[in-house]
């Protein structure tokens, strides 16, 4: 992730802070089977171990045109096809900047309805090594990466097809300015009227506050204030305890990560992010170092929207 988190304050329209908020009054639908379902499959074993891997020393901090960067991509397929995405899975190839071999994986699992489309995505690259010394990149953005496996297996979960497209998209090359959300952006061309919403996940590990360990900002497009609401059910509907809101409305111009692809397009946007702090970008951005109580509560919450937009017709 590229950006000074300063800048967020510039960013947002507004912001306040809640915690534990009720859900809106309204006829809003009660969770089924497919959706306790979903919610069940997500685990601290199987986000440990992935978070774990991706962090890892041997991964060499994940350069987007590594081959550390390769065997990162091919971790998620194997992850994905063991979840019985084989046939789902897209990787979308593209040049770097620097002539770089990249490559974007893709799920799509197809809704009954094929025109409407909610995308969820996070990155898998990172900083690589500089003077020798490994940057693991565990918040950013192994923990994106995390999450978006753990909402893989709760759709692999439901057992059923969704009413609207769902695509989980992997990135590539982030941190040399959203080359990888930005590739598929341009391909999308009047598709993008399409898109209901994207969701981005980019550093959802940490605590910005220790005094506040379950603080993170939630991002949304403000003419879009259902997505502000579903936060709210999800808190109530999975009984999350681990989250604090910060709710960052914003225009259509947010930048700071893959969500801004999205948002220049005019698309709707919801973003996690557990904000900076002082490892971001540093070797010290370790595993050891997660709040993985949060995350998983963050997962769940996101399970929730993609649940109330993709699943409910």
Known sequence: MKFLHIA????????????????????????????????????????????????????GGRLAGSVEGRIAGQYIVSELEQMGYGQQITRQPFTGRK??????????????????????????DHEGRRDGRVFPGADDNASGVTVLLELARAAAATRTQPEHT????????EERGLQGSRHYVSRLGADTARID???????????????????????????????????????????????????????????????????????????????????YNTPNDTP??????KLLDIARSAWYLIWRMAYVE
């Open 8 to 59: 967020l304050l510039f960013w947002a329209v507004g912001g306040t802070t809640l915690a534990g908020i009720a859900a809106p009054a309204g006829a809003s639908p009660k969770p089924g089977k497919e959706y306790r379902r979903g919610l069940e499959a997500i685990t601290r074993r199987n986000a440990e171990a992935s978070l774990r891997f991706l962090a890892s020393d041997e991964m």
């Open 99 to 124: 002539g770089e071999a990249l490559r974007n994986i893709l799920v799509k699992i197809p809704g009954r309805d094929t025109v409407r489309q909610v995308i969820v995505g996070a990155h898998y």
């Open 166 to 173: 769902l695509i989980l998209a992997f990135w590539d090359g």
């Open 197 to 279: 919403c994207y969701i981005n996940f980019d550093m959802v590990g940490r605590n910005t506050d220790e005094a506040r360990p379950r603080l993170f900002r939630y991002f949304y497009t403000a003419d879009r204030p259902e997505l502000k609401a579903w936060y709210a059910e999800s808190v109530q509907a999975g009984g999350l305890t681990e989250l604090e809101a910060d709710f960052r409305p914003c225009d259509r111009t947010i930048g700071g990560s893959d969500n801004m692809s999205f948002a220049r397009a005019g698309i709707p946007i919801a973003w996690y992010h557990t904000d900076g702090h002082p490892d």
């Open 288 to 293: 050891d170092r997660i709040n993985y109580p």
